[in-house]
């Protein structure tokens, strides 16, 4: 593994606003530098001012993402609480394919 200054993530109908990156055991984080939708390939591409050093870390993205009906990336399902109500949930598989929906 080395060191890299960028991020690449799956991801379709998705507006990414912010990212940023902290590292394992570090208190320091970084924000994107820059963001790049490819809607081709179906990838968001983060880009960070310094180079991020092997390892684990958390990625933070604020995004808006369309919530579907279909059950493919972000949707929603009805269930009936305890009370009797209808309610929603919102889920995802988190499969490869599924997961670039979001």
Known sequence: M??????????LNINVGKAEFISEG????????????D???ETIQIEFPASLKPGFGILSMEFDAQITDNMKGLYRTQVTGA???????????????NARLI
Do not use: R
């Open 2 to 11: 080395c060191e890299t200054k960028e991020i690449v993530v799956n991801g």
């Open 26 to 37: 570090s208190d320091d984080k970084q924000e994107a530098k820059d963001i790049f939708v």
């Open 39 to 41: 809607k081709e390939n």
């Open 83 to 97: 009370d009797g109500k209808s309610h929603y949930n919102y889920v995802t598989h988190f499969e490869p394919v």
